[in-house]
């Protein structure tokens, strides 16, 4: 059986390449993972994925929070290639989570504990990058055992489109009060609503999630010369014209799109073109137009669900987003989240980890009473 102990690694210099039967650098520490180092070729990555990720070489590059690479092995431990000096990530064992990497550099990491036998493991990252990308390596076979074949997809696909509350913006956090820094460290987008609701459905998912973005305004009036929809294509979010190259395999059945919260949340500034009645017209007329595009990417059979959140200060966001559905002829449905029992906990007066679990309740019992094709 293997015991779950949840470690931390700091940034360090390990070399990415480590032997498939590679030894730790230094004496094995008691909690059973390290840093090993050596010459390797990890040959293929070994993983499944359906996140957005650019191949390059042997490696997986990705921008997008919550991206995960899930594998199997035969052995007591498996090694995890990665070059990312930016992001955190969760390591999971047969469902069990034995790992929480920090920012953990250019490393093969190592995890040990298991009895010897056929296992799971899950690479998930938990942070947004927008400026830096993370590469995965794969999946890489220790002290004598052996990577066996991915598990295959999931026939349920769900993609997430959304700002910070998609993002798990802050979600770990006991203090509203954070630092930048300590807003990247205290998010974990795969204990996010969206993450939480995929996996209960047992399905595969998507959480394209950018904070601070909105439709066609940002949060303050920020950046006005990008909105959420220039990086909607991308795979890498820092460069400039990427595509995201989708594979065929990529049709999901739900997309739920929660968009406005930025636009609407804060006072126009002085110095902002909008009027408040400008504004509303451009967010109903740009959602249409990327709802569009989603019907065009996923076909007519894709449940599009589009979300409002509860404002503090303004109805603007709910109505709008109730409107742009009203006008649709299509597979769209609304949903709206109301601030009712949840306690903005989080980073910033964001969700906690507690009210991610509540909406994703809620969501999932509203997905119960629509037309889902799966």
């Known amino acids: 059986m293997l015991i779950a102990v949840a470690v931390t690694v700091l940034p360090g210099t390990a070399p990415a390449d480590a032997a498939p039967g590679c030894r730790p650098a230094g004496p094995a520490p008691a909690h059973g993972a390290a840093a090993c180092t050596g010459p390797h070729r990890p040959g293929p990555v070994g993983a499944s994925t359906a996140g957005r990720v650019t191949v390059d070489g042997r490696l997986a590059r990705y921008s997008w929070p919550g991206v995960y690479f899930e594998?199997?092995?035969?052995?007591?431990?498996?090694?995890?290639?990665?070059?990312?000096?930016?992001?955190?990530?969760?390591?999971?064992?047969?469902?069990?989570?034995?790992?929480?990497?920090?920012?953990?550099?250019?490393?093969?990491?190592?995890?040990?504990?298991?009895?010897?036998?056929?296992?799971?493991?899950?690479?998930?990252?938990?942070?947004?990058?927008?400026?830096?990308?993370?590469?995965?390596g794969g999946f890489v076979a220790v002290d004598g055992g052996r990577v066996l074949a991915p598990p295959p997809a999931r026939h349920r696909q769900i993609e997430f489109i959304g700002d910070s509350l998609t993002a798990g913006y802050g979600n770990l956090s006991t203090d509203r009060e954070c630092t930048d820094a300590e807003a990247t460290r205290r998010t974990d987008a795969d204990l996010s609503f969206g993450a939480l609701t995929a996996r209960r459905l047992d399905a595969d998912y998507q959480l394209n999630a950018y904070s601070g973005l909105g439709m066609v305004r940002n949060h303050d009036g920020g950046r006005p010369d990008v909105?959420?929809?220039?990086?909607?294509?991308?795979?890498?979010?820092?460069?400039?014209?990427?595509?995201?190259?989708?594979?065929?395999?990529?049709?999901?059945?739900?997309?739920?799109?929660?968009?406005?919260?930025?636009?609407?949340?804060?006072?126009?500034?002085?110095?902002?073109?909008?009027?408040?009645?400008?504004?509303?017209?451009?967010?109903?007329?740009?959602y249409h137009r990327f709802l569009d595009r989603l019907r065009v990417r996923y076909g007519r059979d894709t449940l599009v669900v589009v979300t409002a959140q509860q404002l503090w200060n303004t109805t603007a966001f709910a109505e709008a987003a109730a409107q742009v559905v009203r006008e649709r002829h299509d597979l769209v449905r609304y949903w709206y989240l109301d601030g009712v029992g949840l306690d903005y906990g989080g980073c910033r007066w964001h969700p906690s980890r507690k009210d991610h679990e509540v909406i994703a309740e809620r969501l999932g019992a509203f997905l119960a009473t629509v037309p889902l094709r799966w």
Do not use: C
């Open 71 to 136: 594998g199997r092995f035969r052995g007591t431990g498996v090694g995890i290639v990665l070059d990312d000096a930016v992001n955190d990530y969760t390591v999971e064992v047969d469902g069990v989570t034995v790992a929480t990497l920090v920012t953990p550099g250019r490393t093969t990491y190592r995890v040990t504990g298991p009895t010897a036998g056929r296992h799971t493991v899950r690479l998930v990252k938990r942070t947004e990058s927008p400026t830096a990308a993370g590469a995965f």
């Open 227 to 286: 909105t959420y929809r220039t990086f909607y294509p991308r795979s890498l979010l820092a460069v400039d014209g990427d595509v995201w190259d989708r594979p065929a395999s990529w049709r999901p059945q739900l997309v739920v799109v929660g968009l406005g919260a930025n636009d609407f949340a804060t006072d126009l500034r002085p110095d902002e073109a909008w009027t408040p009645q400008s504004l509303r017209r451009a967010y109903r007329d740009a």
